[in-house]
Structures are given as C-alpha cells and as structure tokens.
C-alpha cells in the first residue's frame, strides 16, 4: 500500500552523461524531484534539454554504453532505488509498475505484431494471464479508450490505424496492467489539435479513474495548464525552477520561464490589425553540454544577467509553497512578473 503522504518517485541528484569521441556529453546534470501519489507532474522545456533523457533514465532505458548514470544518483521508486536492481528485477517494473507512452506511436509500435499481441504480451509476462484472457483484456483496453469496433481493431496492425488511434493503443499498452506511475514523452506532439484535446481528456479519465500518478513529458504551456498540477522546468540538462502550475504562470522566478510563457500565442492577439505583435522569442540556442560551463547557462540569453551569473552557478532557492528557482536575479523576475510589466523583456 502506498503512502499517500509519501513520493512514490524520488529523483534525487540524476545525472546521466554520454560519453562519445569528442568528450562527456552532460544531458541530465544534478535534476531532482518528487512524484507524489496520484498526482501529475510536467517536465517542460526546449528540445536538447533533457526531458527524455530523465524519462529514459527512470526506466534504465538509456543504452550503456555511451549512456552512464553517474554515482551518487538515485531513483527511489516505492522506497527502492531503481539503480540498484538487477535487469531482471527491472523488466519486472516496466510495463508493469511503471509505465511509458512514447512520443511517436508508429515507430514505438511493432509494424509486424497485431495490436492485440502487442496489448497481451504484458498481461501474460506480469500477470500470468492465459493467451485468450490477455487478448479479452486488450478488447476491454481498447474499448477503455474509445477505440470503436475493439474486436477487430485487435487483429489489426498499427500501420492500419490513424495517428490517433495509434496514440490510444499506445495509452491502453500502457495501462494495461494498471501502473502505478505514468511517463509520457510528448505524448500529443505528431497529432492535430482536434485529436490532442482528445488524448489530453482520455488521460485525465483514466488519471482520476485509475488514481495513477503521471510525468508529462512537454514543450506545450497550454498541455501543462490543462493537465498538471506542479511543473519543473529544465535547461541544459539543469532544473532551473519548480512550482505548483498555478503559482508558476502566475509569477515566474526565471527568466527562461518567463521567455517560455511571453511566447505562448494569445487568443485574439494576432486579430487586432496594425496592433498586432510578433511572438516573442528566446534568441541564442540551448548552449553545447560538451563542455563544463562556469555560472548560469541561461545567461548568454538572458536580459537580467549581471556580472556573477556568468561566473557563479545559481543554487536553487525555495521561495516557499514548493516554488523552487535557481536565478541570482529571481526577486527581480518577480516582482516585475507581479507587477505585470515583464512583456517578454526576459527573452529579448
């Protein structure tokens, strides 16, 4: 029974580096974080920054070599640290206890297995069901996901589906033996906006239905509105701030945030003739992870940079109420978030 006081995930100090021939490539370097029970979790950021590395590590998916999680990390799933055990005990975790939906269904999905196979194959490994009751079990799965005409669809193959009704047999895959952690990598990314609004209630159902916690892995503001209740946000492989969702769009404490939230489209911004406005973006790229960098990472683009963040790396401080930021400058990126007159100034 899990304590519902207690995470059921604690990431603690993950680093996990690739070695390759031009030196040590740091894409998770010290991020640590918590997954209570039942709750839903957003990791955000730009591409490059390491969100499906941790995804990957979680699961010790990532191939080793090149890939290696570095001493002193921890993953403490249900008081076990995952990085202490063997392979085998770990194949009896995944798809099991914890649970991932891939980003892109029609590569994670095998071209050459029914979609029914590829349900029941779980439910015979870890819930030692016969043949014919995990293929009964992948019927109601799909029927769970409001895939019409389940039956059939479980003779089918993937390429005979849409994308969205991939998506699905990819959620009712992973819900299958009822996990008790969720990870989704972009799991709305390849689909149009009709079918992601789709997805994103479909999860949330089954969320409240199966009391399962759940890590949105996402580039999209408006998806970690909508679905989550704490975000992290990652740079460089960095945690660079965490908050509830509601406290985090309200007053960011990092500059890369606010950067992140000024170049959300608005509703009706672009309808107001010569007042329309560009989107705001963040100039500059995520920085090289192949070399160790002094200070913030995020100064080269940052508007609020004074002359230590260069030279010193920024602690995270807790602010109070769970918000965490590591940025010199964070007392100033809120109180001008507060005040309303931030306008996009950190990403100019």
């Known amino acids: 029974m899990t304590d519902k006081n207690q995470p059921l995930l604690r990431v603690s100090n993950l680093k996990t580096h690739f070695e390759n021939r031009d030196g040590v490539v740091r894409?998770?370097?010290?991020?640590?974080?918590?997954?209570?029970?039942?709750?839903?979790?957003?990791?955000?950021?730009?591409?490059?920054?390491?969100?499906?590395?941790?995804s990957l590590s979680i699961l010790r998916l990532i191939p080793t070599p090149p890939a290696r999680i570095m001493p002193g990390s921890r993953i403490e799933?249900?008081?076990?640290?995952?990085?202490?055990?063997?392979?085998?005990?770990?194949?009896?975790?995944?798809?099991?206890e914890i649970s991932m939906i891939f980003q892109e269904p029609m590569t994670s999905l095998n071209p050459v297995l029914t979609i029914g196979r590829q349900i029941s194959e779980a439910l015979v490994l870890h819930k030692g069901m016969t043949k014919q009751q995990a293929t009964g079990r992948?019927?109601?799965?799909?029927?769970?996901?409001?895939?019409?005409?389940?039956?059939?669809?479980?003779?089918?193959?993937?390429?005979?589906?849409s994308g969205g009704m991939r998506q699905r047999v990819m959620i009712a895959m992973a819900l299958a033996c009822e996990p008790q952690l969720l990870i989704?990598?972009?799991?709305?990314?390849?689909?149009?906006?009709?079918?992601?609004?789709?997805i994103l209630d479909l999860m949330r159902d089954l969320r409240d239905d199966t009391h399962a916690s759940i890590i949105l892995i996402t580039h999209d503001l408006g998806v970690v509105a909508e679905m989550a209740q704490r975000v992290v946000v990652m740079y460089a492989?960095?945690?660079?701030?965490?908050?509830?969702?509601?406290?985090?769009?309200?007053?960011?404490?990092?500059?890369?945030?606010?950067?992140?939230?000024?170049?959300?489209?608005k509703l009706g911004e672009s309808l107001r003739g010569h007042d329309r406005q560009r989107l705001t973006e963040i100039p500059g790229m995520v920085p090289s992870l192949k070399t160790e960098m002094p200070g913030c990472l995020f100064a080269p683009r940052c508007t609020f940079a004074t002359?230590?963040?260069?030279?010193?790396?920024?602690?995270?401080?807790?602010?109070?109420?769970?918000?965490?930021?590591?940025?010199?400058?964070s007392e100033r990126v809120a109180a001008l978030a507060s005040a309303g007159a931030l306008q996009g100034s950190a990403a100019r």
């Not at 799933?77 to 202490?84: A, E, P, S, T």
């Not at 479980?154 to 390429?159: A, L």
């Not at 989704?184 to 789709?198: F, W």
Request: with cysteine; aromatic share 6%; proline share 8%.
């Open 27 to 54: 894409a998770v370097d010290g991020v640590s974080f918590d997954v209570m029970p039942g709750e839903t979790l957003a990791v955000v950021g730009e591409s490059g920054c390491g969100k499906s590395v941790t």
């Open 237 to 265: 492989g960095r945690k660079v701030e965490e908050a509830p969702v509601r406290q985090l769009f309200a007053v960011p404490r990092h500059p890369y945030t606010r950067g992140l939230l000024d170049s959300m489209p």
């Open 307 to 329: 002359e230590r963040c260069p030279r010193e790396v920024p602690p995270l401080k807790d602010y109070g109420d769970g918000h965490l930021s590591a940025c010199w400058e």
């Open 77 to 96: 799933f249900k008081g076990r640290n995952l990085l202490d055990l063997s392979d085998a005990q770990m194949r009896q975790i995944r798809g099991n």
């Open 138 to 161: 992948a019927v109601e799965m799909l029927r769970r996901v409001n895939i019409p005409e389940a039956e059939r669809r479980v003779t089918q193959y993937p390429h005979e589906l």
């Open 184 to 198: 989704a990598d972009e799991p709305t990314t390849a689909l149009d906006v009709t079918i992601q609004a789709q």
